[in-house]
C-alpha cells in the first residue's frame, strides 16, 4: 500500500506533498472528510509499533484537554486518535512496509529517499 494520512487544510502537509512529488500510485486521504477507521489505524500501528508514535502531542486540543496532564495509555492514544483527526500526527506515509510519521526534516527526507528510489 502506498497512501499518504494527510489534512488538506495544512499548509505544512500541502507543502511537503508538493515537495515529495509523490507518483501516481500513491493514494492521498484527507483526514479531515475521510476519517481514519480503526482498520486503518490498526494497520498504522502495526507497521509503527506504537498508537503514542501516531500521536500529535503538538494538537490544540492536546493542552486544552489537559491531556498532557495525563498518564495516557496505548489505549488512549488510539482513542483520542480516532475520536478527532487533529491528534493524528501528519502527514503519515506509508510506502508499503514502511511508515514515515510527522513533519519534521529527517522523516521527510528519509521518505523522499525512499519515494524517489
Known sequence: MKKVYYLKTCSTCNRILKALNLPSDFILQDIKTDRITVNQLEELYALSG????????????????????????????????????????????????????????????????????
Open 50 to 117: 506504537s498508537y503514542e508514535a501516531l500521536f500529535s502531542k503538538r494538537a490544540k486540543l492536546y493542552k486544552e484537554m489537559g491531556l498532557k496532564d495525563q498518564n495516557l495509555t496505548e489505549k488512549d492514544y488510539k482513542h483520542y486518535i480516532l475520536d478527532h483527526y487533529t491528534f493524528l500526527s501528519r502527514p503519515v506515509i506509508v510506502n508499503n512496509a514502511q511508515i514515515f510519521i510527522g513533519n519534521s526534516a529527517n522523516v521527510i527526507e528519509a521518505a523522499r529517499l525512499v519515494i524517489q528510489g
